[in-house]
């Protein structure tokens, strides 16, 4: 991976998370969280925080989301909009639009959407 200013949040272990949404676990509905927060299972709905969002490899999220920064390394249906970053990690892949302060895209992810960088914070 490349330097970027918000390294310390791809060098999150799981002890690090609040809260972990695991794998054998299916959600529907409105997740809101300040705290920083792991999905490894799956999402349907709004997830509208303030804190960091760590979607997993193996996660499916079915919902619009609006967070500090966004790491994606699973697949996201829906828009995402970041106060601060969205970083598509090259396993990741999100279809719908993404609104940040800035956006990455790694090689070898997957972006259907339309992108808007809203400067830096």
């Known amino acids: 991976m490349f330097e970027t200013k918000d390294a310390d949040f791809f060098e999150l272990d799981e002890e690090d998370f609040d809260t972990i949404l695991s794998d054998d676990i299916s959600f529907r509905g409105t997740i809101k969280f300040t705290k920083p927060f792991m999905i490894r299972g799956c999402v349907t709905g709004t997830i509208d925080a303030t804190g960091d969002l760590f979607i997993d490899t193996e996660a499916v ?51 259907t959407g339309r992108c808007s960088m809203t400067g830096q914070k």
């Open 61 to 111: 999220v079915c919902a619009n989301i609006t967070a500090s920064r966004v790491l994606v390394r699973g697949k996201v249906e829906g828009n995402i909009t970041a106060q601060n970053m969205v970083f598509v990690a090259k396993d990741g892949s999100v279809t719908g639009d993404i609104s940040a302060s800035q956006v990455v895209l790694e090689p070898g992810s997957a972006f």
